[in-house]
Each structure stands twice: as C-alpha cells, then as structure tokens.
C-alpha cells in the first residue's frame, strides 16, 4: 500500500512511525515525518532516534544527525558507527576521527562496522599516526584477525599514507587474500614507483577482475611504459574481463603518448563496437588524445556528439583549439560555455588568454583577465601573466611604449618580475 506524505496525521503513535520512516524516499519527507516525531513528543524514543540518525546520514545532513545524535541518551555503538560513517563518507573525517575517541572515552565498545570508517577516516586525512593506533586497537579487541574487510581498509590506508612497510605486513599477514587485497597491494607498488614488483605480484593473483587489470594497465601508462599498457590489455582479452571507461581512459592515455593517432582511432572504434557511451571521462579523454596527435576535427566531433560536458571538457576543447592555432575557434567555445553557465577556472583563463595572444585581441585579453580576477576570483598564475606580456608585445606599439605599458601593468597586478 502506497504512503502518502502531503498531509500525514499531525500526531503520530510509535505503531504507525516505523512503516513512514521505512517509506521515506527523500529528505523532504523525511522533515515532515521528523515535525511529526517532535508534535507527538516521541523525540527521545532510542529505536525512533536512531532510526532518524540514520535516515539523516544517508542523506548527508551532518548537521540534523548530529543535532539527532546529541539527544540519544547513552548512545550504544549502533548509533555511534551512524555518525561516524556519516562524517567519514560526507568529507569531514577528522570530526570522524573526534567522535571515535569520544566513543572510546564513553566507554562504548567498537565493532567490526566501527573500524572500517574510522580507518577511512585516517585515510581521508592522511594521519597515519591515528591509523597505526587505530590498527592496534583492532588487534587488541580481536577484530583484526578475524575481519577481512577490516584488513583490506586498514591496507588501504597505509598504502594512501604512503607507509608501503606497514602496507605489505598487512598484506603477509592476510591468509586467504581477496581480490580487493591483491589489487590493493598492487597499486600500492605501483604508486611507490615498483612496477616490475607490481606486475609480479599481478601475475600471482589467483582472480583477477576489471580494477585490478586497469590498475596495472594505467601504471604502466603512467610510468612512461605505453606500449607495456596496450601489450597487456591484449593479455586481458582472452581472460574475458570486460574493460570499463577507465580502460580505455588509460589506453588512450597510452595513444597520446606513443603519438598514435591510428591506435587512438582504433580504441575510439572499440569503445563504439563495445557499446560504451560518450561519458565525460571518455569523450574528454578523446578530444585531449585527437588534439594531441593531430586531429583537431576529429576532437571537435566528439566534442558535438557529448550530450554531458565537464569542465576539463570545455578546457580541452578550448586547449586544443588553441595548440593548433585556431585562436578564433577558442575563444567562441569560451563564449559557449559562459552561455551554458559553466563556471571558468584557472584552466580555462591559460587556454582563453592564449586564444587573445593568437588573434592579436589585446583589449579583449585585458578584459578577460579583469574578469578572471574581478568577477571569478581567481588568482592569476606565472602563465597568466605570460600571456599578458606577449599581448603587450604583440601590440602594434613601439618599444618604448610598450616597456612603459608593460612596467604599468606589473605596478597594476602587484607582480614583480627580475
């Protein structure tokens, strides 16, 4: 039987709240259920606060599950993992962080549902020092040696912190390692610059699923190996693992490496058999791999087929116009994007002020840049200012004016160059 939360009774008994709290599918109702609790004063009932806590942190407001929590009283740690999962996951960890030791201090005992946030929660704010303590703890009560989740965030959290010592001992000490495990330790290699260990660890993983394969292929990719990347997705075919986006994000990484617009084309053409969509990722990560290698019209066609654009998208675009000297053409996607409502960043700016420098646009130049810092509040970079003084240089003045114009200018941005 449908709910219906226009006009819900003003007074509400305990029976009939569970049944509205279980139905409630957005934070608008969920407001009008919680007026109701606190008209009906059942507001301090535990089981109808903790419900609300957790509805409250599912939908990311810190401040009314927070507000929630205060009123619980003596608080067990079902409710205690509640607000500490909603501060880990809603990016404020070290109120995550807070909130654990004062869980400790109330003398309420964590469970294997408490370590995981709070380890992400170190992660989050790279403290390892907490974590090392947390992890301690752990061992202490029992949940280490038991818990593989509990492991395989711990192994996280000492390859993030950069503490590969601590990561591997975590590692050696799992004896039935999942996949989450091995694809763990392989990036952690990875992003500590030991590729060939990585790769020999990835060939001894028992399964092996789509994150792990592009783990690998995009260190490779990043380790200036791109032809090692392309060599082992050709490895992966025969496995019968799927790629994802970010696959093919990593080989056309690979593409713009080697310089292949043929290979570039090829994933472009795999990716459309496979039945991928033009998704951000892909289709910036396209337009930056056509650019680069020389097709500026084939950029621009993945451009006009992307119904969803980010930002990167926009300045790729606009990057791409400009590597290739179409000043013009970058400055009119600069002006579609304002049309579209989509906020400018330092990015951008380079790329627009590069445009003005091309097509000799001193005045716009000047405009631009007093709407980079004036209206968008962006502090203006070395390559800003680069580009401001081949503007002055490309003016059609002499050199006296323009060294005037140029010491004017320095005076007006507050820089001071030697």
């Given at each position: 039987m449908a709910i219906c939360f226009s006009s819900p009774p003003d007074f509400i008994s305990p029976s009939n709240i569970q049944p509205l709290l279980q139905h409630c599918s957005n934070?608008?109702?969920?407001?009008?259920?919680?007026?109701?609790?606190?008209?009906?004063?059942l507001s301090s009932n535990p089981l109808i606060a903790t419900q609300l806590l957790r509805l409250y942190s599912s939908y990311g407001?810190?401040?009314?599950?927070?507000?929630?929590?205060?009123?619980?009283?003596?608080?067990?740690?079902?409710?205690?993992?509640?607000?500490?999962?909603?501060?880990?996951?809603?990016?404020?960890?070290?109120?995550?962080?807070?909130?654990?030791?004062?869980?400790?201090?109330?003398?309420?005992?964590?469970?294997?549902?408490?370590?995981?946030?709070?380890?992400?929660?170190?992660?989050?704010?790279?403290?390892v020092d907490k974590g090392?303590?947390?992890?301690?703890?752990?061992?202490?009560?029992?949940?280490?040696?038991?818990?593989?989740f509990v492991k395989n965030t711990l192994l996280d959290m000492y390859v993030k912190c950069g503490v590969l010592e601590y990561a591997r001992k975590v590692f050696d000490e799992i004896p039935v390692r999942n996949v989450v495990s091995w694809t763990t330790m392989v990036s952690g290699l990875i992003g500590f610059g030991e590729l060939d260990h990585a790769r020999r660890l990835f060939d001894q993983m028992p399964v092996r699923n789509v994150v792990s394969w592009t783990a690998m292929i995009n260190g490779y990719v990043a380790n200036g190996r791109p032809q090692e990347a392309f060599d082992l997705f050709s490895?992966?075919?025969?496995?019968?693992?799927?790629?994802?986006?970010?696959?093919?994000?990593?080989?056309?990484?690979?593409?713009?490496?080697?310089?292949?617009?043929?290979?570039?084309?090829?994933?472009?053409?795999?990716?459309?058999n496979n039945g991928f969509q033009l998704g951000v990722y892909l289709g910036t990560a396209l337009i930056d791999m056509y650019s680069k290698c020389g097709s500026l019209e084939e950029a621009r066609k993945v451009f006009d087929l992307m119904e969803i654009r980010s930002l990167a998208t926009w300045n790729s675009m606009i990057s791409s116009f400009g590597v290739h000297g179409c000043g013009e053409e970058a400055l009119a996607v600069f002006e579609e994007m304002m049309e579209e409502k989509i906020m400018p960043d330092a990015i951008t700016f380079v790329g627009v002020l590069s445009a003005c420098v091309q097509t000799d646009r001193v005045d716009e130049g000047l405009n631009y840049f007093k709407f980079m810092t004036q209206v968008c509040g962006i502090m203006p970079v070395l390559e800003h200012y680069v580009c401001m003084f081949e503007l002055w240089g490309r003016a059609k003045v002499n050199a006296e004016t323009r060294s005037y114009n140029g010491q004017r200018f320095l005076l007006r941005t507050g820089t001071l160059m030697f």
């Open positions: 934070p608008h109702h969920l407001t009008q259920i919680h007026a109701k609790i606190i008209r009906s004063n407001n810190l401040n009314y599950a927070t507000s929630i929590f205060q009123q619980i009283q003596s608080p067990s740690t079902f409710p205690w993992n509640l607000i500490i999962r909603a501060h880990t996951i809603n990016g404020s960890p070290s109120l995550s962080l807070t909130l654990y030791n004062l869980m400790i201090c109330a003398g309420v005992t964590p469970d294997k549902f408490t370590f995981p946030f709070v380890i992400k929660a170190c992660s989050a704010s790279l403290n090392k303590e947390v992890h301690a703890f752990a061992v202490k009560t029992g949940f280490y040696g038991k818990d593989m490895e992966m075919q025969p496995e019968g693992v799927r790629p994802n986006e970010f696959t093919l994000v990593s080989l056309l990484r690979a593409c713009t490496e080697m310089g292949s617009l043929n290979l570039g084309a090829w994933v472009h053409d795999y990716a459309l």
